[in-house]
T-cell receptor
Framework: EAGVAQSPRYKIIEKRQSVAFWCNPI?????LYWYQQILGQGPKLLIQ????????DSQLPKDRFSAERLKGVDSTLKIQPAKLEDSAVYLC?????????????FGQGTRLTVV | QKEVEQNSGPLSVPEGAIASLNCTYS??????FFWYRQYSGKSPELIMS????GDKEDGRFTAQLNKASQYVSLLIRDSQPSDSATYLC???????????FGKGNQVVVIP
């Protein structure tokens, strides 16, 4: 079974530039998550989709971050404009369903460096 | 109180010993919990899930859930150098089913 696919693996941009990340979840997984992980910290949920609807985006900085999952499969996360503090690993995860006993599986992540 | 808390510093254990990790959670988190292992520079990998009060064993790993005291722990028996990693505790938030993580605990197994 193929895992969660993310691209690119690494990205270096200057502050105030824009950047986009792509994620393709495990086939059949209805729930998709985007997490931000700053070095030395645990993953922080940015947005959670159930099919193509947003379940939780309470921790997404909406003035600069946006995400979509138009067909309920793959998803993109965009940052515009980027700030230095956005330097982090962006992790995409998916799970079969959302709920109490749901196990989430992670992609390899995109390491973003903003200079 | 944070939803999921892991407060211990780095844990160094000799090879073959037992590594013990603890995690506490708030009332906002459900009683479904997960332990993820994250090697440096890699993404988190699910190693254990526990939903019921008590112990759950899988190979050298044992997860323990104590609902009355609101903590969940992970024991690694016969620790190996390959167990050196950061271990993340996660629980599901009531209401929106958000998967919330603690900050992680680093484990170093010394040969």
């Amino acid at each position: 079974e193929a895992g969660v696919a993310q691209s690119p693996r690494y990205k270096i941009i200057e502050k105030r530039q824009s950047v986009a990340f792509w994620c393709n979840p495990i086939s059949g997984h209805a729930t998709l998550y985007w997490y931000q992980q700053i070095l030395g910290q645990g993953p922080k949920l940015l947005i959670q989709f159930q099919n193509n609807g947003v379940v939780d985006d309470s921790q997404l900085p909406k003035d600069r971050f946006s995400a979509e999952r138009l067909k309920g499969v793959d998803s993109t996360l965009k940052i515009q404009p980027a700030k230095l503090e956005d330097s982090a690993v962006y992790l995409c995860a998916s799970s079969l369903v959302q709920g109490m006993n749901t196990e989430a599986f992670f992609g390899q992540g995109t390491r973003l460096t903003v200079v | 109180q944070k939803e999921v808390e892991q407060n211990s510093g780095p844990l160094s254990v000799p090879e073959g010993a037992i590594a013990s990790l603890n995690c506490t959670y708030s009332d906002r988190v459900s009683q479904s919990f997960f332990w993820y292992r994250q090697y440096s520079g890699k993404s988190p990998e699910l190693i254990m899930s526990i939903y019921s009060n008590g112990d759950k064993e899988d190979g050298r790993f044992t997860a323990q859930l104590n609902k009355a005291s609101q903590y969940v722990s992970l024991l690694i028996r016969d620790s190996q150098p390959s167990d050196s990693a950061t271990y993340l505790c996660a629980g599901i938030h009531y209401g929106n089913n958000r998967l919330a993580f603690g900050k992680g605990n680093q484990v170093v197994v010394i040969p």
